[in-house]
């Protein structure tokens, strides 16, 4: 079965330089969340989009910005890296609609991550 | 206090010996409660999801849920070496998925 793909996997930049992370949900997946992971913390939600609008936004910086695009992928953008944004960013997807008093759209399938760096 | 607490851990758990994850939340209107696995370095993966006050099972998860105590629990029978890993507890607050800092689980063989 098709996964949330992610690219790049990893990706090694220098502070004050730009980054785009890329997410393809699985299809007729139509949320998409960015969550941070820093070493041994907590997945950290950033924004997330339904149906190419923003939905909702954590604790992302104004450095940081992100959109869903018409084929329902997302790009995150993070300009003036710093140290501190040296992170593992998931991407996860979810699929809409309430089936049987469950509510689909609260599962998240995750991508398998990118691995930024920032030196 | 964090919306999401768990004992980071470690916890060591003989194989074959019951494994018991707790954690409590701290907002009283969350409705969703759910349970990710995550091995080190790959992405968290659902196990485990409840809604409603008590036990739900599933193969060898059970996961528990008292809102009143504001308290979710998962328990993994029967545990496995490949059980080994961190459990993020999380909660939908205002369809934000909040997660724990995870507990992390070491099954000894």
């Known amino acids: 079965a098709a996964g949330v793909i992610q690219s790049p996997r990893h990706l090694i930049k220098e502070k004050r330089e730009t980054a785009t992370l890329k997410c393809y949900p699985i299809?007729?997946?139509?949320?998409v969340y960015w969550y941070q992971q820093g070493p041994g913390q907590d997945p950290q939600f950033l924004i997330s989009?339904?149906?190419?609008?923003?939905?909702d936004k954590g604790s992302i910086p104004d450095r940081f910005s992100a959109q869903q695009f018409s084929d329902y992928h997302s790009e995150l953008n993070m300009s003036s890296l710093e140290l501190g944004d040296s992170a593992l960013y998931f991407c996860?997807?979810?699929?809409?609609?309430?089936?049987?008093?469950?509510?689909?759209?609260?599962?998240?399938?995750f991508g398998s991550g990118t691995q930024l760096s920032v030196l | 206090q964090k919306e999401v607490e768990q004992n980071s851990g470690p916890l060591s758990v003989p194989e074959g010996a019951i494994a018991s994850l707790n954690c409590t939340y701290s907002?009283?209107?969350?409705?969703?409660f759910f349970w990710y696995r995550q091995y080190s370095g790959k992405s968290p993966e659902l196990i485990m999801f409840i809604y409603s006050n008590g036990d739900k099972e599933d193969g060898r998860f059970t996961a528990q849920l008292n809102k009143a105590s504001q308290y979710v629990s998962l328990l993994i029978r029967d545990s496995q070496p490949s059980d080994s890993a961190t459990y993020l507890c999380?909660?939908?607050?205002?369809?934000?998925?909040?997660f724990g800092k995870g507990t992390r689980l070491h099954i000894l063989p």
């Open positions: 989009f339904y149906e190419k609008m923003q939905s």
């Open positions: 907002d009283r209107g969350s409705q969703s």
């Open positions: 996860a997807s979810s699929f809409p609609g309430s089936v049987t008093g469950e509510f689909p759209h609260e599962k998240l399938f």
């Open positions: 299809p007729r997946h139509d949320t």
């Open positions: 999380a909660v939908n607050r205002d369809d934000k998925i909040i």
